[in-house]
């Protein structure tokens, strides 16, 4: 069984920070592209930062500046530390991973989602 667990949502106040963490496990040979998205309601999900194997970054031109996103490939872990949040960053959150999960088989795998409430 291959999953991918995600941590850290909660309520925070505008311009508070928070961090997220996602944890793959099961029977992986290999974690390769992984990323943050996000979907608000009655939005479509979109990518809020990446990074790759070797730990090259790209960030949603509203995230960059304000959220971090990182890799423990150790411990199959990515996180994302978000600084001063906004309204409109509430969403609910998802991980995403690229894994080997066979020799020559790679499937891209979700995370459950976790809800993060900017509001005063």
């Known amino acids: 069984q291959v999953q991918l667990v995600e941590s850290g949502g909660g309520l925070v106040q505008p311009g508070g920070s928070l961090g997220l963490s996602c944890t793959a496990s099961g029977t992986i040979f290999s974690v390769n592209d992984m990323g943050w998205y996000r979907q608000a309601p009655g939005k479509e999900r979109e990518l809020v930062a990446g990074i790759t194997s070797r730990g090259t970054t790209t960030y949603a031109g509203s995230a960059k500046d304000r959220f971090t996103i990182s890799r423990d490939n150790a411990r199959n872990t990515l996180y994302l530390q978000m600084n001063g949040l906004r309204p409109e960053d509430t969403a609910v959150y998802y991980c995403?991973?690229?894994?080997?999960?066979?020799?020559?088989?790679?499937?891209?795998?979700w995370g459950q989602g976790t809800q993060v409430t900017v509001s005063s």
């Open positions: 995403k991973a690229n894994l080997g999960i066979a020799f020559n088989v790679r499937r891209d795998y």
